[in-house]
């Protein structure tokens, strides 16, 4: 029986991959196929390229300030990431350079978007790590990828939680992550009581709380807006939770997994630990769901 695992994108939120991965395998659950779409394509090529562990040490050490090390205004004003430092982070912890998908033991897609005709791409062979970049190049804050002379971008635009690809690359049982199912209308409301509790933070210089603003959202002052990294992802995300309920009506996967993590900033990629016990903490909750579902087959 072929089980695939269909990883949805939803930004820091998706750092939970990690733990629902680390929890299936717990419970005798390894996925031979596996499609991801933005940073369900990284978390997946990571499993796959058997480095997941290493990412995840990273992932639970990252800090706030480190996190916004990895943003900066260029001169051309294509995009916020830094990409010489995403480009050693995804060499380091996610997938090498030369490594081609279907090298691979298990069956590897990521989903991007063509930016010319708005159309769904699926990156099944050729270079991993050309294949994560596009899927992850969420627009305003990466520069399109240019691949097969294609202009791509984020796949989060038009499939955001990958069933119809894990069912067409052979898939039994589909096993899906929704990660946007529970952010519409949440996300800010207790924003402030979450930044009172991060007490490390707090204790950072004046220069650095300064910096880290620039690219989070800081609502310690009533009414303050949100940031403008945050703006761009929050406005993406509320799209593809739409898109997500459309697709999934038509085409429903065999389980569907959602963890709970409205409290989570889009871009609050230092909140690795918590998204991941989440992760661990959604596949408990659905384990009678999963176990009834693999004794039907």
């Known amino acids: 029986m072929n089980i695939g695992l269909a990883l949805g994108s939803g930004s820091a939120r998706g750092w939970s991959h ?3 991965i680390r929890a299936l395998s717990d419970i005798g659950i390894e996925p031979t196929i596996i499609c991801g779409t933005s940073i369900g394509a990284l978390v997946g090529a990571s499993y796959v390229s058997s480095k997941l562990e290493r990412l995840e040490e990273w992932v639970c050490s990252l800090t706030k300030f480190e996190t916004a090390r990895f943003f ?6 294509n995009g916020f990431v830094n990409k ?3 480009h050693q982070f995804l060499k380091e912890y ?6 081609i998908i279907e090298k691979h033991a298990k069956q590897y897609a990521s989903v991007a978007t063509e930016l010319d005709r708005g159309r769904e791409v699926w990156l099944t062979k050729g270079p991993m790590i050309e294949a994560v970049w596009a899927s992850i190049s969420l627009p305003g804050l990466f520069p399109p990828i240019r691949t097969n002379d294609k202009w791509l971008v984020d796949g989060g635009l038009v499939n955001p939680v990958p069933v119809s690809v894990c069912r067409a690359l052979g898939a039994d049982i589909v096993i899906a992550v929704n990660l946007n199912g529970d952010i519409v209308g949440k996300h800010f409301k207790n924003h402030e009581d979450t930044i009172r509790k991060e007490t490390v933070i707090s204790r950072m210089p004046d220069w650095v709380m300064d910096y880290t603003n ?8 009533k009414d303050q807006p949100p940031g403008l990294f945050e703006a761009i992802a929050g406005s993406v995300n509320i799209i593809q939770d739409r898109i997500t309920r459309s697709r999934m009506a038509g085409d429903p996967p065999d389980i569907l997994l959602s963890p709970k993590l409205s409290h989570v900033g889009l871009l609050e990629f230092y909140r690795g630990s918590e998204a991941i016990s989440e992760g661990k903490d959604c596949v408990r909750r659905m384990l009678p769901e999963i176990k009834h579902v693999l004794e039907m087959v």
Do not use: M, P
């Open 72 to 77: 900066e205004i260029n001169t051309r004003l």
């Open 18 to 20: 990690i733990g629902i």
């Open 214 to 221: 620039s690219v989070f959202s800081n609502n310690k002052i």
């Open 84 to 86: 010489e430092r995403l």
């Open 94 to 99: 996610v997938v090498n350079d030369d490594a």
